[in-house]
């Protein structure tokens, strides 16, 4: 039935009321959710104000209940996005992320519903109900009950260049400072490896930004700088890796190290020898 109307372009209730079941049935049938939406635009356009807010609210109620039968599921996902791009506004963010908490309790690691909730964030800040500062607040939250998400690693990653771009100030020492105390935990686990490659890279990023900025004694300092973060990082890694020997993510990052603080501008020669060297082994 529902192949048929999709085939034939009947935009009417019963193909709305049909694609409906089948996405319920399998929210993964995305030739079920393109008909709702259609059927759905529609009707809109054919009842007006009265009849959108009635769809709208059946269009949530079958989102939820296709999430619940798959957490997972693509398309699902996406007409939920289709769905809170309509109809978003003041206040309705905090149930968004309240539906988002309740499926991240169940499913840390679901990144669908990681990235719908960024999605919404983005939409909702604009009107201040939601920001990058409390989605920091809840990547920490979310790190601290099992820091082996990646998922978690990578929101907070999103939510500091959000930060940042809103003209927020990041304490860099203090991600710094997070994230080693994860991998000081279990030097095993990739996760908090993988943000800490990013928090380098951002470092590395900005003293290019800020040394190509300026001239001079500042572009020395700025330089002088990022030379002092990754000589700290250095001893960190080594600290690791001493209490640690066969832990083979530190000495990756040991490495990492080394040659970033070897093609610094500026780098004494000798120096950057010693340092590619101890890289090459």
Not at 128 to 145: F, H, M, N, P, V
Not at 179 to 208: H, I, N
Not at 238 to 259: F, M, N, Y
Request: charged content about 25%; overall charge positive.
């Amino acid at each position: 039935k529902v192949l048929a109307a999709n085939r034939s372009g009947v935009r009417s209730e019963a193909a709305w009321a049909a694609a409906g079941k089948l996405a319920e049935l399998n929210p993964d049938c995305y030739t079920a959710w393109n008909l709702r939406r259609r059927c759905h635009a529609a009707l809109a356009l054919k009842g007006g104000v009265g009849a959108e807010r009635a769809l709208c609210a059946d269009e949530r109620r079958l989102t939820e209940a296709a999430l619940r039968r798959n957490p997972k599921a693509y398309s699902a996902w996406h007409h939920r996005r289709w769905l809170v791009a309509r109809t978003l506004g003041p206040g309705d963010a905090a149930r968004e992320l309240a539906l988002c908490g309740l499926m991240l309790d169940a499913d840390e690691r679901n990144f669908h519903c990681w990235g719908y909730r960024r999605y919404v964030v983005a939409l909702a800040a604009a009107d201040g109900d939601a920001s990058a500062a409390s989605e920091l607040q809840y990547a920490r939250s979310k790190i601290a009950a099992n820091f082996s998400n990646y998922s978690a690693w990578h929101a907070r990653s999103a939510a500091l260049t959000e930060a940042e771009k809103g003209g927020g100030c990041v304490d860099e020492a203090a991600e710094y400072e997070l994230v080693k105390g994860a991998f000081f935990t279990d030097p095993e686990d990739q996760s908090a490896f993988f943000y800490y490659r990013w928090l380098v890279g951002r470092t590395l990023r900005r003293a290019a930004e800020q040394t190509g900025a300026v001239e001079g004694a500042m572009a020395a300092a700025a330089a002088a700088g990022v030379e002092s973060v990754l000589a700290r990082e250095v001893c960190a890694m080594r600290e690791l890796l001493e209490l640690e020997p066969g832990a083979k993510w530190a000495a990756l990052t040991l490495a990492r190290l080394q040659a970033a603080r070897a093609a610094l501008p500026g780098a004494n020669a000798a120096a950057a020898q010693t340092m590619r060297a101890e890289t090459a082994q």
